[in-house]
Each structure stands twice: as structure tokens, then as C-alpha cells.
């Protein structure tokens, strides 16, 4: 690495001072440094603090912070040390492309006085990259008659690296007909050509084939390489030839896609195939493939994406136009992009502070650059702040601004600003990008606590009786401080008296309030009244207080309590009782008279349910139902009752509440497996699994299960109400093929409930019956089988009622009983049966 280094020699350094309210600034030549790429993070660049001439503890004082122009961190400031070391593993191709030199440039900003310096830095390349040619392999057609020394203009290779690490040589692998010249272009790049140096015969050869490698100028170099396909063609007299040798066209930044740029024309004086010309980009770079595309047949240019005038601002397109025979000739397009207002303006915070103390005026709160990437009208800027806000924007160097307060700030009057900063371009149309910012004003001490009133009067019944022992708080209006933090109230104080002392409490908001403490009895015989001073004072240095007078009226109290009859109650209540039924009544006494001996009854801490379920008359102590019992949700209740007489003191009494249990739940079945069909001939096969439950409890909750008794089915119980259905004994589906069977659950209440299941079984067929017997089957598996038997009419000729007589056996005549054969025809026939 190497430092070009800031001279801070005093007599050569140039500063442009900007002066107002005391804020110096001030813009110094560039630094220039260097850091080869690819270099791991950490690594040492240069000390700043020895480049600018400062300590390392001025430049902490002083707040040195490094900011680049792309607002990205690529480097960080060790200001103990003033070492500036890379923040990344910088790699040259994404930063600058092909670009060289490839700089960034960034700024060191200091404080007190504001001082802004420029620098730049160089990533040196590192040959990292290959060449890389765009084709794998390239066709060339060559006329047999081509003269020797005739040059073939070759694509080049593309090399990411820049400098000597790019392409510097090419070579060919070794033949008779050809050797390669390296030439320059007019772009400071050199390219291949290919030199004929022996006359070609196509009748004796008709294709060459040669390796193209490309070797860049690293140490060792690095290659690539392509085919280079040489196909002999015989003579066509006439190459194409353009109209011109370079077009000029523009086109105007965020075009739509498709749109024609320009169209190039080539002719060609021969005639047929060899007059055919297809056009082609030639030797042109991925990124001009990547936005123009060329119609083969019509020479139009038009684009394959959108043109951005800020990354690259014009292109030079290479075409080839080549006719039938394989000639071609070659233009040039150079396309001109023309801006438009496309970016807004961009806003870069250097420093920002959120925070700023009242009574503070001309306080820096941020440091910022704006830049708009557009060009000309596009790219000039004006920026803003509200009109009706006391702070105020200066501009510094460079698109440099500092927001500042315009005067002295009070939090009491408004505690936060919320401030946006309008950057506006004067393009067309008007583009603009706003920042906004929150201030917060912080405290001083410059309130003192205050109270609402300058006196208060506290009513304190006398406590000279068991009933009230000494320690009873009062709660005291509290003070307000419009400071906050450390400034704002912090502790009470009371002039010295017998019978109080001062504690403070902060409630849930943090509102800090007094308590009254008493210490010693009151008695009203001996004292009616006492006055003392409340101070409140804040947590300033020196702290500031407020006061206010405090007289404390010594009241007659209420000597006794309300007393119940009874401290537990405890009744019974059946689970259907109608709403409104009168549940019990509570009573309670109280020895004091008038207001004092006035009693109010209440539920005392009942929850939600208890309260939607009775009410209790304040007056009489009945205590009625409200809402339906179940004794299968709750079985009982506990409710405390409260007697409150009209001085506010108050006796306790519980209630215990049972609710008494009713049949009123059917039994459920609960079916976990049903089997059905099941086949014939299967003793005792469970055909159902089920369980029984109900809600009530005792005899209502008890349960038998039965099924009626002329089934072949029998109930087995299990575990926990759990049933079997299983077959008595086996079934013949050919005498009953389906059972409907009716389970029925009946409960020991009173008055008894039931509930009854239904299923239906049915039957399937198994292979139980044998060859010489008729038996209709269905579709159970069986095979079919036929056989022959003889048959008569059992009646006259007219009817068709048949009798089986026997099986059919070959050489035995067939007789009818009572009939002779012939005299009736239809009998003795034989016919099959299928089974």
C-alpha cells in the first residue's frame, strides 16, 4: 500500500472558511492513498492523524468520523490511533468494471471547528481474472482466391482485470496458411487479426481448424482460448458495402423496451444468394448484447432493456453485414444517450443528533450532502426546511448543509420537533426526496415544583380509641414541575409538628405525590385543629421549591362496626330452584346511631360468576337467585357479605351455598366401533364397542344397559361404563340375514331417564351349503355349479309348477307318478341349474 498523504503544512494548506454563529468549516485538496484489491479486511491504509497534523487526541476532541460519496462504508477510522484501515475485501471489477483507474473518494469530517477534507482511493488491480473470448468457437469463410496478406479482424477477449493485468498478446497454434498480427484500436485496446500467408486452394483443402489462446499481462499470465473454424468458399466477386461507415443516433434515457434507435443498410452488387446480406453485431462487449438487439433481415437497432444515461452515457456498436457467399463489410453505430429526469435527488447524513438541550441557541443538530445524478437542469438542487420551526438550514462546501437551531429552545413549551428536509431538483418534471428528522428538546432546571392551591384543609377523624391505631396515611395533593429527568420533583418535606411525618409514593404514571403519616393519636377533646408547611422540592443544583400550607380538622368518629347475627351462614338449594327464589337473608346490628348506625349490605370481592348468579338487597340482606343453578358446573358457592355502615365502617359475614343435585341429565352412549356386515357362523364376535355416561351424580347418576332378550346378542361390560355387543352363539344368514338392535340406558333417578341406541347388523354369507341342494346365494365368493335333474308338472299341462324328482343319469327312462310320459310331453324334460 501506498499514501499519496495530506501535506498539512500550515503555509500551503488553502481553506475556505464559512463563519456564522461561531462554526468554522473548511474544504482542503484531495488525499490520494491506494489499497490493492482483494487485500482482507483490517488492512492498514494510512494514519490520518499524522497526514492532517493532529494529535490522536485532537482528533478524538475534534470527532473525526471518514463518509464516502456512495454513503457505503469501505473504510473505518481508528481515532485512538488515527490508523484508517479497510472495512471490506475490496474487489476492483464490482467497483469500477473497466474502469481504470478505479478511485473512491470519501470525506473526513471534524468538529469544533467543522472542517471537511476530501481524499481519494486507488484500488490497485490484482490479476485475479482470465481472458475470456465470448464464443467458444468462431466461423470464418475465406475466398480460395483471397490474396496473401490478406488480414481477418478477430473478436478480442474480454479480461475483467484492467491495466497491465488485461489482455496484452495473442498467439495461434502453429500451421501453414495463417500467423496473427496484433493491432491497436482507436479505444487504446489491441485485437487479433488473422494474416493469410499461403495462398488457399479449396480443392485440395476445404476447412481449417486453429486454437486462438489470449494471454494477459500478469506474472505468471493467465490464458483463455477459442476455435477459430476457417471454411474455403469459392469466389464471389462482390463483398456487401454500407450506405455509411458510421451512424449517428440518440435515444433518450428509460425508452421503452423495443424501441428503434437506428437502422443501417448494406447493398451488394451481385445477384442471388450472393446478394443475400444478413446483419450481425461484431466484436461487441456483453453489455451492448445486453441492451440492442439487430433485425438479421432489416438492419434495425432497437432495445432489449432500458438505457440509464447516469451508468453509461453513450455506446459504440460494431456491424456486420454478409451476403450469401460469405463477404461481409463492416459500419459503425454511435449511439448518444440523452438524459432525463429520472433520479431524485439523494440525501447522505454525515452526523445527526436527536437530542438538544433548551436555552441552548445555534446548536448544530446535523451535517449532510445531497447529489443528484442526473446532468444539467436535471441535476441541480435546491433544499428546505419548514418556514414555522426555529431551526434553520446553512449551506456549506460542496452540497455540504448544516441544520442548526435558529434560537433558544423550551422544552416546557414544546418538547419534540418533527422536522423534514425537502431536496428538490429543477428538472422536468420537478423530482424531490425528503428526510425527516425527530428532535428531542431535553431538560434544564428552570421550574420550580408548585402547588394548585397555597393552602389545603384535610378532615382526620381523632383516633383515641382502640378501633383506630396510629400509622394511617393520607394521601396530599401532590406538585407539578414543568422540568423533567433529573430537574423534575423529587422528595416532600413538613415543618416540624407531634403528630405527623411526610412519605412520598410514585404512582403507576411515576407522579410523585405526598403522604401523611400520622404518629400519635388525635383527640379532638384536647386539639380541633393544626396547621403545618408541605414543601416540595426538585432535584436541581441548587434545587428549587414550592410550598403550600396544610390544616388538618380533627373529626368526631364513628366508634363501632357493623356486627352480623351470624359470621357463617350456610344453606341448601336444589339445582331447578325458579329464578328470584329467596336463597337466605343475612342480618347485621350496629350500636351507633343516625348515619352512623345505618347499614348497607354488598358482596364483598364475588367473582364474575357469583354476580351474574345473586343479588343481594343493600337494605333487607336478602340475598335472591338471579340466574339458573347446575349442579354439574358448580356444586357450591362461598360468598362474602359486607355490612357497611354510613361512617364507612363495615363487618363481615361468609355464606356457604349447596346446590343440591336433581335428575335432570339423560344418559349418553358414546360409540367407539360398530362391525357390520358380520359373517355368518362367528361365535361370540364383538360387533360393537361403546361406553355410557351421566352428568348426575348419586342414584340420578347411576345406570343398567340392556337389549331386548330374543336377539343371539349379549351385553358385556367392561371398565368405567365401558360395553361390548358381541354374538351370542353363531347366525345363519340364510334364515336371518339382519338384526335391528335396540340399546337402552336407563338411569336410578327420580323420576328415571333413558336413552335408546338403534343400530342395524347385518349378516354376510359364507360358503356352509353343498352341492344336490337349490340355495339362492349372493355374491359371497362361491363358485357357480350345474346340474341336471328331472322334473314333471305337479299339475295340469296348463299350470307350471314343477316337481324335482332326481338327478339325470344317462340309460334310465324316466317315470312320473300317476302318469304315463306319453300322454302328457312335458314331462320327463331335464334342464339345468345353475348354484
Not at 479482424?153 to 482485470?161: I, K, M, N, V
Not at 440518440?250 to 446480406?277: H, M, R, W
Request: aromatic share 8%.
Amino acid at each position: 500500500m501506498e499514501s499519496g498523504g495530506f501535506h498539512c503544512n500550515r503555509q500551503r494548506q488553502v481553506l475556505l472558511l464559512f463563519l456564522f454563529g461561531g462554526l468554522a468549516m473548511a474544504s482542503s485538496e484531495f488525499g490520494r492513498y491506494s489499497v490493492t484489491e482483494e487485500t482482507e479486511r483490517g488492512s492498514f491504509v494510512v494514519n490520518l492523524a499524522k497526514d492532517l497534523g493532529l494529535g490522536t487526541k485532537e482528533l478524538v476532541a475534534r470527532g473525526a468520523r471518514v463518509v464516502s460519496d456512495d454513503n457505503k462504508q469501505y473504510l473505518i477510522l481508528d481515532t485512538l490511533t488515527g490508523d484508517l484501515f479497510t472495512n471490506e475485501k475490496l474487489d476492483r471489477e464490482k467497483l469500477c468494471g473497466p474502469t481504470e483507474p478505479c478511485m473512491l473518494y470519501f470525506q473526513i469530517l471534524l468538529d469544533n471547528p467543522f472542517q471537511i477534507y476530501q481524499a481519494e482511493l486507488r484500488v490497485r488491480d490484482i490479476n485475479d481474472h482470465s481472458p475470456v473470448f465470448r464464443d467458444k468457437e468462431t466461423v470464418i469463410k475465406i475466398l480460395e482466391n483471397t490474396a496473401e496478406g490478406t488480414a481477418f479482424r478477430l473478436e478480442r477477449a474480454q479480461d475483467s482485470d484492467g491495466g497491465l493485468n488485461g489482455v496484452k498478446n495473442y498467439t495461434i497454434s502453429p500451421n501453414y496458411f495463417f500467423h496473427i498480427k496484433i493491432s491497436d484500436s482507436d479505444e487504446g485496446m489491441i485485437y487479433p487479426e488473422l494474416v493469410l500467408d499461403m495462398a488457399l486452394d479449396r480443392e485440395k483443402e476445404q476447412e481449417v481448424s486453429l486454437t486462438l489462446t489470449a494471454l494477459d499481462g500478469g506474472s505468471p499470465p493467465r490464458s483463455g482460448t477459442t476455435t477459430i473454424h476457417i471454411v474455403i468458399l469459392d469466389v464471389n466477386d462482390n463483398a456487401p458495402k454500407f450506405s455509411q461507415e458510421i451512424y449517428n443516433a440518440q435515444a433518450t434515457e428509460n425508452s421503452p423496451v423495443g424501441s428503434l434507435i437506428t437502422k443501417v443498410s448494406a447493398g451488394d452488387v451481385d445477384t442471388g444468394v450472393y446478394a443475400a446480406i444478413s446483419y450481425s453485431f461484431f466484436d461487441v462487449s456483453e453489455d451492448i448484447l445486453t441492451t440492442f438487439q439487430i433485425n438479421s433481415f432489416s438492419g434495425e437497432i432497437s432495445l432489449r432493456v432500458l438505457l440509464d444515461y447516469e451508468m453509461v452515457k453513450s455506446y459504440k456498436i460494431n456491424i456486420q453485414a454478409i451476403d450469401g457467399g460469405g463477404l461481409s463489410a463492416r459500419c459503425m453505430v454511435l449511439v448518444e444517450v440523452l438524459d432525463a429526469n429520472d433520479n431524485p435527488p439523494e440525501l447522505i447524513m454525515s452526523s445527526l443528533s436527536n437530542n438538544i438541550a433548551e436555552n441552548s441557541p445555534e446548536t448544530v443538530l446535523a451535517v449532510f450532502r445531497i447529489k443528484d445524478r442526473d446532468s444539467g437542469e436535471n441535476g441541480k438542487m435546491d433544499c428546505h426546511i419548514q418556514d414555522n420551526l426555529p431551526f434553520v438550514l446553512r449551506p456549506s462546501v460542496e452540497n455540504f448543509y448544516i441544520l442548526m437551531t435558529d434560537g433558544a429552545l423550551d422544552r416546557e413549551s414544546q418538547s419534540e420537533y418533527n422536522i423534514t428536509i425537502t431536496v428538490r431538483d429543477m428538472g422536468t418534471p420537478r423530482l424531490q426526496t425528503q428526510h425527516n428528522i425527530t428532535v428531542l428538546v431535553s431538560d434544564v432546571n428552570d421550574n420550580a415544583p408548585a402547588f394548585s392551591q397555597s393552602a389545603y384543609t384535610l378532615l382526620v377523624r381523632e383516633n383515641n380509641s382502640p378501633a383506630l391505631p396510629v400509622g394511617a396515611v393520607f394521601l396530599l395533593e401532590s406538585a407539578t414541575d414543568l422540568d423533567v429527568g433529573i430537574n423534575a420533583l423529587r422528595s416532600y418535606m413538613i415543618s416540624p409538628n407531634t403528630h405527623f411525618h411526610i412519605k412520598m409514593r410514585v404512582n403507576p404514571d411515576n407522579r410523585k405525590y405526598p403522604e401523611l403519616v400520622l404518629d400519635k393519636a388525635l383527640d379532638y377533646e384536647e386539639q380541633s385543629e393544626l396547621s403545618f408547611i408541605l414543601t416540595a422540592l426538585d432535584g436541581g443544583s441548587p434545587p428549587k421549591s414550592g410550598t403550600a400550607s396544610v390544616r388538618v380538622v380533627v373529626v368526631d368518629i364513628n366508634d363501632n362496626s357493623p356486627e352480623f347475627e351470624q359470621p357463617f351462614y350456610e344453606v341448601t338449594i336444589p339445582e331447578n330452584s325458579s329464578l328470584g327464589s329467596l336463597v337466605v337473608t343475612v342480618s347485621a346490628w350496629d350500636s351507633d346511631s343516625g348515619k352512623n348506625g345505618e347499614i348497607l349490605y354488598a358482596f364483598s370481592q364475588a367473582s364474575e360468576d357469583i354476580r351474574k348468579t345473586f343479588e343481594i338487597n343493600k337494605k333487607s340482606g336478602e340475598v335472591g337467585l338471579i340466574a339458573s343453578l347446575d349442579f354439574e358446573k358448580t356444586e357450591s358457592y362461598s360468598i362474602i357479605i359486607q355490612a357497611t355502615d354510613g361512617g364507612g365502617l363495615f363487618g363481615k359475614s361468609t355464606i356457604r351455598i349447596q346446590v343440591v343435585d336433581v335428575n335432570d341429565n339423560v344418559p349418553e352412549v358414546a360409540v367407539s366401533s360398530i362391525t357390520s356386515p358380520i359373517p355368518e357362523n362367528m361365535p361370540e364376535m364383538v360387533v360393537m364397542v361403546f361406553s355410557i355416561r351421566d352428568r348426575d351424580s348419586g342414584d340420578n347418576g347411576r345406570m343398567i344397559c340392556s337389549i331386548p332378550d330374543d336377539l343371539p346378542f349379549v351385553l358385556k361390560s367392561s371398565v368405567e361404563n365401558y360395553y361390548t355387543l358381541e354374538t351370542e352363539s353363531s347366525l345363519d344368514r340364510e334364515s336371518h340375514s339382519e338384526y335391528n338392535i335396540t340399546i337402552t340406558v336407563s338411569d336410578m333417578g327420580t323420576p328415571r331417564l333413558q336413552t335408546q341406541h338403534n343400530i342395524t347388523v347385518l349378516v354376510s354369507d359364507v360358503n356352509d351349503n353343498f352341492p344336490g341342494h337349490l340355495v339362492d346365494v349372493s355374491g359371497a365368493g362361491t363358485l357357480s355349479h350345474s346340474y341336471q335333474y328331472e322334473v314333471c308338472l305337479s299339475g295340469d299341462a296348463g299350470t307350471d309348477e314343477f316337481k324335482f324328482l332326481k338327478p339325470v343319469f344317462p340309460k334310465f327312462p324316466l317315470q312320473c307318478p300317476g302318469k304315463e310320459m306319453e300322454e302328457n310331453p312335458n314331462i320327463g324334460h331335464s334342464f339345468g341349474v345353475n348354484i
